[in-house]
Structure formats: C-alpha cells, structure tokens
C-alpha cells in the first residue's frame, strides 16, 4: 500500500494524497524530504513482523524511549508479555507514527498508541484509527512553557505573555520547533482558537519577521537556549527538565492562562492483532502509579492539570480540528521560508 507522502496527510493541508499539489521549494522541500526520509526509515526500519505470539502487543510510541522503556519492562515483569515498541523521530514528532496508523487502518500492524499530545490521538480516532468502544484515553499532563536562558535573562527581564515575542529586542533570538509538528502544531492551533484568527495571523507574522531560529524537535529548542543561541524559545516542560538535568542554564517561566496543557494519550488500534495483551497494556498504561513514576521522572508535570496554579487554555476540539487544514496551510505560508 502506498504510505501517504508528508504534505498529505497529517504534516500538510490535506488527509489525502493530492496529485494536484505543487512541487515544495525551499525550505520547505528540505523539511519534507527530512521528514520523508525519517518517516521511510521508521516504515522499513522498524516494522514489527506478523508472526508475534499472542503473549506479545505491538505499540507505537511517541513518547520518549528514555522514560518509556522502564514501564514497558515492569508491564512485562508483572505480565509475562513481551512489549515490540516502536518509537517516533524528534524531527516528526507524532506525525510519522500517525501516518502509518492510517496507512495499515486496513491491515493493522499494531495493538496499541501512546501519543505525547492529545491534537494527533483526537485526530486519529477521528478517522477511525482507534476501535469503536472505550477506544481512547487520556493521563498525566505536562505543559506548554516559555524557557529562557538563566545567563542572559531573569524572570523578571523575560517576557510575560506570548505577544511581547513581536518585539524587536527578541529578534533572532527565539527559538521555535516547526509549527507544523508536534505539540508545537497543537499550540499554534489552540492559540488561534483562543485569540481569533485575525490576531492570530499577526502575531505569528510578527514572530517569523523577528527571524526565531526554526528547528527540529522541542529538545532542539531548550539545548539551542541553554548554548545560548537563542535567549528564549516555546518548548514543552519535559524538555525543560532534560535540560536542567544536563546542566544547561534553562529555566521555565511560569504557567499562565496562554499555557497549553499537554496530556499523554493510550489507545487500542481498530483490528489489534493480538487484542487481550492490547488491553492489559491499555489498562497498565492508565494507572494513576505509571503516571507518577512518569512525574517523578520529569517526562510529566502532574496526574491532572487541575495541579496547575492557573488555569490552562480551552481548546475546543472539534473546532480546532475542523480549522486544522486551514490553520496548517497558513503556517506553511508564515514559517516555511
């Protein structure tokens, strides 16, 4: 089956193969043909073989492999079955594995997803990816932060609110994963849902005038701050913390009511071939002690955002996915230079 082409289906404007698209140029032909080929790689690479035994559940992961391994191993102690994960690429975050979900809908390869973000899981059960019944779920959170460099900012020199990244004393010096992707693409979309969309329109115009470094990945955000590259940068708080552990000079402003909670997700596929284990696993995954030890290893903030000190941003869902062709076109326009 041919796989969907990035620019096609969740990365693009369109779910569907369009013949009609013009060919990328630019910047954005080399985002796409690096996405291509990391997606490419984790269809080849990584395929699971249908010959797994009914004690083992294939998973696609977005989560990190480093906070993801331990649990698979202690639902592995504790159950006898074998966990063949695969896990995405920086660069794609969530996208790639997306994508093959909808490209093996008719002939399933995996049991189970475990998003990162809630924008792609939604998106997916959506087109149907996910089975009928108690398909989805959510748990744990981590947020959306502003993360400045300690060296040259304070909390009180940083800017407070999302708009004061237009001004012109920030200017190449923020730094940005691409908005198309990620929990990156779910930010940029809540925030035209929660100003308008005129607004919106300026404010991400404005920020690509002030020239933000664009990078691969959310971690790429916090480690070029921390080397100074950049003097503040949108990333998650996962980040953040791997970047404090690495003793980097990074440090997260606080929540405010533009901060985006990021909840991790678990799913069981449509048609999972080994469908008992799916569930086990789908069970383990939501026990309030996976996601404390998720916490406690920084990759989560909290088992709810009502932890939170303000509350986070509304997103209606069904809204921002609807919009979601429309917001994606238009940030290929702003920031694909």
């Given at each position: 089956?041919?796989?969907?082409?990035?620019?096609?289906?969740?990365g693009?404007?369109?779910?569907?193969?369009?013949?009609?698209?013009?060919?990328?140029?630019?910047?954005?032909?080399?985002?796409?043909?690096?996405?291509?080929?990391?997606?490419?790689?984790?269809?080849?690479?990584?395929?699971?073989?249908?010959?797994?035994?009914?004690?083992?559940?294939?998973?696609?992961?977005?989560?990190?492999?480093?906070?993801?391994?331990?649990?698979?191993?202690?639902?592995?102690?504790?159950?006898?079955?074998?966990?063949?994960?695969?896990?995405?690429?920086?660069?794609v975050?969530?996208?790639?594995?997306?994508?093959?979900?909808?490209?093996?809908?008719?002939?399933?390869?995996?049991?189970?997803?475990?998003?990162?973000?809630?924008?792609?899981?939604?998106?997916?059960?959506?087109?149907?990816?996910?089975?009928?019944?108690?398909?989805?779920?959510?748990?744990?959170?981590?947020?959306?932060?502003?993360?400045?460099?300690?060296?040259?900012?304070?909390?009180?020199?940083?800017?407070?609110?999302?708009?004061?990244?237009?001004n012109?004393?920030?200017?190449?010096?923020?730094?940005?994963a691409?908005?198309?992707?990620?929990?990156?693409?779910?930010?940029?979309?809540?925030?035209?849902?929660?100003?308008?969309?005129?607004?919106?329109?300026?404010?991400?115009?404005?920020?690509?005038?002030?020239?933000?470094?664009?990078?691969?990945?959310?971690?790429?955000?916090?480690?070029?701050?921390?080397?100074?590259?950049?003097w503040?940068?949108?990333?998650?708080?996962?980040?953040?913390?791997?970047?404090?552990?690495?003793?980097?000079?990074?440090?997260?402003?606080?929540?405010?009511?533009?901060?985006?909670?990021?909840?991790?997700?678990?799913?069981?596929?449509?048609?999972?071939?080994?469908?008992a284990?799916?569930?086990?696993?789908?069970?383990?995954l939501?026990?309030?002690?996976?996601?404390?030890?998720?916490?406690?290893?920084?990759a989560?903030?909290?088992?709810?955002?009502?932890?939170?000190?303000?509350?986070?941003?509304?997103?209606?869902?069904?809204?921002?996915?609807?919009?979601?062709?429309?917001?994606?076109?238009?940030?290929?326009r702003?920031?694909?230079?």
């Amino acid at each position: 089956m041919k796989q969907p082409a990035v620019g096609e289906a969740f990365g693009g404007s369109g779910w569907a193969t369009n013949p009609s698209r013009p060919a990328l140029s630019g910047a954005r032909a080399m985002v796409a043909a690096s996405v291509g080929v990391c997606l490419s790689l984790l269809l080849s690479a990584c395929s699971p073989k249908n010959s797994a035994s009914p004690g083992e559940v294939v998973i696609y992961c977005a989560q990190d492999q480093f906070y993801a391994e331990p649990i698979f191993k202690e639902f592995e102690q504790e159950t006898g079955i074998k966990v063949r994960a695969v896990y995405d690429n920086e660069a794609v975050k969530t996208v790639g594995l997306a994508n093959r979900l909808l490209a093996e809908r008719s002939h399933p390869q995996c049991d189970v997803f475990w998003g990162n973000e809630e924008m792609r899981t939604r998106q997916l059960a959506a087109a149907g990816a996910f089975r009928a019944t108690n398909g989805w779920c959510s748990f744990g959170f981590r947020t959306r932060r502003l993360v400045i460099n300690t060296n040259h900012l304070s909390q009180a020199s940083a800017p407070r609110a999302l708009m004061e990244l237009t001004n012109a004393v920030w200017k190449e010096k923020i730094a940005i994963a691409y908005p198309q992707f990620g929990t990156t693409a779910a930010y940029f979309n809540a925030l035209r849902q929660h100003w308008d969309d005129t607004l919106w329109q300026q404010w991400c115009r404005a920020v690509a005038a002030n020239k933000p470094l664009l990078v691969d990945g959310n971690s790429v955000v916090v480690k070029m701050v921390g080397q100074g590259e950049a003097w503040i940068g949108l990333t998650d708080s996962d980040d953040i913390a791997a970047g404090q552990r690495e003793g980097l000079p990074v440090a997260a402003l606080p929540v405010t009511a533009e901060t985006l909670a990021i909840p991790n997700t678990v799913a069981v596929i449509r048609g999972a071939p080994h469908p008992a284990p799916a569930q086990r696993l789908f069970e383990y995954l939501q026990r309030p002690a996976v996601a404390g030890k998720l916490v406690s290893a920084k990759a989560l903030e909290g088992l709810s955002p009502s932890e939170l000190p303000t509350a986070p941003l509304a997103v209606n869902w069904t809204n921002l996915l609807s919009d979601l062709e429309t917001t994606t076109a238009e940030l290929n326009r702003i920031f694909l230079r």
